[in-house]
């Protein structure tokens, strides 16, 4: 994780040039742990991005767009209440540490003027944001945490706020680090970590580095690193990224002009998985359970199916029985006797507590049993496939699913009773599908769960347009605003939408079918994004990531 002292030190830099004197204008929560201010500050609008996320801690300004849930969270209706309208008035960073301490001014409903301090702690899996009064004492934080959760300190309501400690070097502590670094037996990658505070892991490897491969000193190497502003972004098999240019980490590199610009690309993909994953988290654990369920339910029944096979046996066994009845009495346990269907002797074994008419009744109610339970076995099975379809169709939806997909995805589960609760409270008066430009200026709009697919395929298009889908696999319903015939950028465009937006987007030659909307029919009994179709094309396709997300969305 490169997001250390030396990222902090020139983010509140940038942070300074933009956003003292702003006014915190909005304050959005839209993931667990990660919050959106939107701050007004000399005519402009600007996003700042909060994550106390214990794999993605960071903050930054952002241009992306993110959505933007209409229910609040408890702790983003504090936040509303305590800092909307607020100015902020300084931003510090705590020595060179990952804490940074935002002061805001606001009038109180008396009219007097407060100061509070938002208080960011960019500290891995005890990432926190913690607002506290003038006096140090602790308003409210986004994580609670007791003594003996995190390093002795208390972060709860009503507890005075106390700074991680830290016996590390300061490293602008010239003199401290000069008389440090001076000992050749604390120049090595262990000691350098655990005593120079802001250094990342990577940092301290491009320090050793450099010392090793270049002709400067030491606390030379510091001094640059600390003052150098080249913010790159390295990709290669782990992308990386920091203020300067690595020079021990081979690969691609890319340069921005702020670290803020860089953090903005940096997380943008990851950001959204893992809000996904985190929002997602209990859906996809339910449809995986259901799936597990279902396959399990299907090869039981199976099996039952299997073993309706001997149910002739039991048949057989009891006319044996009944033709041998003379020859029986109460008691017996078994009965040897010519089978005249194969001439051979068989042992039918018997039940000595039941009559010898009992036993031949007995076995056969156990064949018509199973005589009767086959239509209803098969009736089961073809159930159990056609729901296990389904819920496999919604499991790779989650694979490319955006926060608003996922909240209808959970309504769809609710309103089939799978899950109990009530419907999401977005505002939505329909699904919402994605829509695409082409190079040609063609519209493609796709769809990314049931609710939309059904929408754009037998609502939305019309019966010229052209359909677009993955070959025998889940995936999104594509569709191409303009008949037949199309261009051959257009064809492969929606094609490549159609296979990045399936199962099949980590495949090579992925076979993409498409047709006029006229031919696609649903199939009876099932949801309305199952159909069938007829007089396609196929074109081959390798699902390509930089052409989709080069493309322009409407």
Known sequence: MSFDGNIIRHLVDEWKQVLLEGRVQKIYQISRFDLLFIIHQNRKKHQFLISSSPRYARSYISTRNYDKPESPPTFCMFLRKQLIGGIIRDIQQFEHDRVIVFSIEKRNELGDLTTKQMILEMMGRYSNIIVTNEDGKILEAIKHSLPFDTENRTIFPGAI????????????DSEKLHKFLSNPENINYRTLLQNIMGFSPLAI????????????????????????????????KKDQFYHIDLHHVKGIRTHYNSVNELLDDFYVDRDKVDMVKQYAKELTTFVKNSIHRLQHKIDKLAIDLEQTKTMDEYRIKGE???????????????????NYYT?????IPLDPTKTP?????????????????IPYIKRQIASAHKELEYFMELESQFDYA??????????????????????????RNKPNFDTYIDASGIEIIVGKNNLQNALITHKLAKHNDVWFHVQNAPGS???????????????????NLAAYYSKMRQSSSVAVDYTEVRNIKKIPGKTA????YKNQKTIYIDPDEQLILALKKA
């Open 161 to 172: 706020y106390e700074t991680p400690s830290s016996t590390k070097i300061n490293p602008y």
């Open 205 to 236: 490897h491009e320090v050793l580095y450099r010392f090793e491969t270049e002709q400067q000193s030491l606390h030379d190497i510091f001094q640059t690193i600390l003052t150098t502003s080249n913010p790159t972004m390295i990709t290669a």
């Open 320 to 338: 044996l029985i009944q033709a041998n009845l003379h020859h029986l009495q109460k008691g017996e346990d078994h009965i040897e006797c010519l």
């Open 343 to 347: 001439n051979e002797i068989v042992v």
């Open 357 to 373: 008419v009992q036993n031949s009744a007995q076995y056969f109610k156990k064949y018509k049993k199973m005589k009767t339970s």
């Open 402 to 427: 955006s926060l608003r997909d996922i909240a209808e995805i959970k309504d769809e589960l609710i309103d089939k009773k799978y899950l109990r609760g009530h419907r999401s409270k977005q505002k």
């Open 477 to 495: 319903h594509v569709i191409v605003r303009q008949s037949l015939p199309l261009e051959e950028g257009t064809i492969r465009t929606a094609a």
């Open 529 to 532: 994004n199952f159909v069938t």
